[in-house]
């Protein structure tokens, strides 16, 4: 990353060759550049600082996040990008990164100890610097993971996979439909067995004179029986 962004300023034209005028102009882009970040960076910390007083961890993580957003996002979309998706993720990110440090600017230019302008509503700006480190925050979180997952192999390996996964659902949906003709088939002899099987059991478990057609007599009529 660092070697492509020298490149960039002493190496405009990728010759391989720095003439004197390319390596002065690098060397003030360099002092500019670096001084801008250094009072980005003063800043950011300031505001961070405000947002949060007691977490000196989510301070100097914020202030990366912040003043590195813009090369980080500029240097993706340069040199690393592929695909439509992660190129225009990226030019988005970079714009949003460099609006992000505008309102850190406005935003410290106002509550920053101005004296130049009163009666400033110091609540409502409070309220707008917090909204802004939250809704920055999560945009940067999103668009890292979407970028991430953007990347052309990986876009290619979910197409592949979710492929498989609908060849394997058309094979189950065959195989229970196979089955279904099966059972529907044997069903018929397996239910002759069955009710053979049953009749078997039954006949063994009735008494001997109900299973060769003999009924037993009941009380009354073996006395009638009798008295004839």
Same mark, same amino acid.
């Given at each position: 990353?660092?070697?492509?962004?020298?490149?960039?300023?002493?190496?405009?034209?990728?010759?391989?060759?720095?003439?004197? %005028?390319?390596?002065?102009?690098?060397?003030?882009?360099? #002092?500019?550049?670096?001084?801008?970040?250094?009072?980005?960076?003063?800043?950011?910390?300031?505001?961070?600082?405000?947002?949060?007083?007691?977490?000196?961890?989510?301070?100097?993580?914020?202030?990366?996040?912040?003043?590195?957003?813009?090369?980080?996002?500029?240097?993706?979309?340069?040199?690393?990008?592929?695909?439509?998706?992660?190129?225009?993720?990226?030019?988005?990110?970079?714009?949003?990164?460099?609006? %992000?440090?505008?309102?850190?600017?406005?935003?410290?230019? #106002?509550?920053?100890?101005?004296?130049?302008?009163?009666?400033?509503?110091?609540?409502?700006?409070?309220?707008?610097?917090?909204?802004?480190?939250?809704?920055?925050?999560?945009?940067?979180?999103?668009?890292?993971?979407?970028?991430?997952?953007?990347?052309?192999?990986?876009?290619?390996?979910? #197409?592949?996979?979710?492929?498989?996964?609908?060849?394997?659902?058309?094979?189950?949906?065959?195989?229970?439909?196979?089955?279904?003709?099966?059972?529907?088939?044997?069903?018929?002899?397996?239910?002759?067995?069955?009710?053979?099987?049953?009749?078997?059991?039954?006949?063994?478990?009735?008494?001997?004179?109900?299973?060769?057609?003999?009924?037993?007599?009941?009380?009354?009529?073996?006395?009638?029986?009798?008295?004839?």
């Amino acid at each position: 990353m660092f070697k492509s962004m020298l490149q960039m300023l002493f190496d405009p034209n990728k010759d391989g060759r720095t003439t004197p %005028g390319e390596f002065f102009g690098g060397v003030i882009k360099l #002092l500019i550049g670096g001084a801008v970040w250094a009072w980005f960076a003063s800043l950011s910390y300031d505001l961070l600082s405000a947002v949060f007083p007691n977490n000196v961890f989510s301070q100097y993580v914020g202030l990366l996040l912040f003043d590195l957003g813009v090369p980080y996002w500029l240097y993706q979309f340069r040199s690393v990008a592929k695909g439509t998706y992660q190129r225009v993720i990226s030019v988005t990110m970079t714009l949003w990164s460099l609006l %992000g440090l505008l309102l850190v600017i406005v935003i410290e230019s #106002l509550i920053g100890g101005n004296e130049l302008i009163a009666n400033i509503d110091v609540v409502l700006v409070g309220k707008i610097a917090t909204g802004t480190v939250i809704v920055w925050a999560i945009a940067f979180a999103i668009a890292f993971v979407v970028y991430e997952i953007t990347d052309e192999q990986t876009i290619k390996d979910i #197409l592949f996979k979710l492929q498989q996964d609908k060849v394997a659902t058309k094979a189950i949906q065959k195989t229970n439909d196979n089955i279904d003709s099966l059972a529907e088939s044997l069903s018929d002899g397996v239910s002759v067995d069955m009710t053979k099987e049953f009749k078997d059991v039954y006949r063994k478990t009735q008494p001997k004179h109900e299973q060769n057609g003999q009924r037993e007599k009941s009380p009354k009529e073996r006395t009638r029986q009798t008295r004839r």
